[in-house]
C-alpha cells in the first residue's frame, strides 16, 4: 500500500549546520509530495510542495526535489537557525476513491542549538 | 494562521464520557478532513466530509463519528471514552476534494 518512510529523529543541530531530512515513498500512480512542520503546541503548516517528478518545492530557506528514479524527496537546508526546531512529516497525496488520501510519515524531530 | 479554527484548545475529561470537537473550515473550504495525533500511532486521518457528505473513512473507531453541517463547520464526537483516546486531533480544509489541505491547531484531548 501507499506509505511514506522518513529518517528517525531526534536531529540535533548547531545553528548554521547543514540539515537533511530523509524521505521516501511508496505508491501506486502519481503522488504530490509535501514536506509540513509543526512548531511546539501548533497545528501542522505546509512547508513546501512538489506535484510531479524532478519538481523542486522551495519554501524559507529549505528545499526539497521529487525524485521518481530513487522514489525520495529528502528536505534540506543549507544553514539551519534555532527557529528552525520543529517537527517535519513529509507527505504524500494520491487520488484514490474520489478524494485526496493524504499520507503522513511518522514524523523528524529537530533541534537546533545556539 | 492557517484559517482553520478548532475549539477548545484543551479538553480534559474521564473515561466512559462522551466528548465533542469542533472545527471551522477557511471560508470557501468544502472538504473538511480529521487526524489523530498520538505518540504510538502518529498522525492516522480518521474521516473526511465534503459538502456536508461523508466521503471517506480512515482509521476511526465505531464509538467515533462526525459530521459537517450546513455552514461547513464540522463536529467529531468521541463517546465512550478510553485512556487510550487521549491525543491531539486536528481537523484540515480544503477547497475540493483535490486541493491540498490547510490544518487547524488541534484539540489536546486529555483522558483521565
Known amino acids: 500500500g501507499d506509505s511514506v518512510t522518513q529518517m528517525e529523529g531526534p536531529v540535533t543541530l548547531s545553528e548554521e549546520a547543514f540539515l537533511t531530512i530523509n524521505c521516501t515513498y511508496t505508491?501506486?500512480?502519481?503522488?504530490?509530495l509535501f514536506w509540513y512542520v509543526q512548531y511546539p503546541g501548533e497545528g501542522l503548516q505546509l512547508l513546501l510542495k512538489a506535484t510531479k517528478a524532478d519538481d523542486k518545492g522551495s519554501n524559507k530557506g529549505f528545499e526539497a526535489t521529487y525524485r521518481k528514479e530513487t522514489t525520495s524527496f529528502h528536505l534540506e537546508k543549507g544553514s539551519v537557525q534555532v527557529s528552525d526546531s520543529a517537527v517535519y512529516f513529509c507527505a504524500l497525496i494520491i487520488f484514490s476513491g474520489g478524494y485526496n488520501k493524504l499520507i503522513f510519515g511518522a514524523g523528524t524531530r529537530l533541534a537546533v542549538h545556539p | 494562521d492557517s484559517g482553520v479554527t478548532q475549539t477548545p484548545k484543551h479538553l480534559i475529561t474521564a473515561t466512559g464520557q462522551r466528548v465533542t470537537l469542533r472545527c471551522s473550515p477557511r471560508?470557501?473550504?468544502?472538504?473538511v478532513y480529521w487526524y489523530q495525533q498520538s505518540l504510538d500511532q502518529g498522525l492516522q486521518f480518521l474521516i473526511h466530509y465534503y459538502n456536508g457528505e461523508e466521503r471517506a473513512k480512515g482509521n476511526i473507531l465505531e464509538r467515533f463519528s462526525a459530521q459537517q453541517f450546513p455552514d461547513l463547520h464540522s463536529e467529531l464526537n468521541l463517546s465512550s471514552l478510553e485512556l487510550g483516546d487521549s491525543a491531539l486531533y486536528f481537523c484540515a480544509s480544503s477547497k475540493d476534494r483535490t486541493n491540498e489541505q490547510f490544518f487547524g491547531p488541534g484539540t489536546r484531548l486529555t483522558v483521565l
Open positions: 471560508s470557501g473550504d468544502l472538504s
Open positions: 505508491a501506486t500512480g502519481y503522488p504530490s
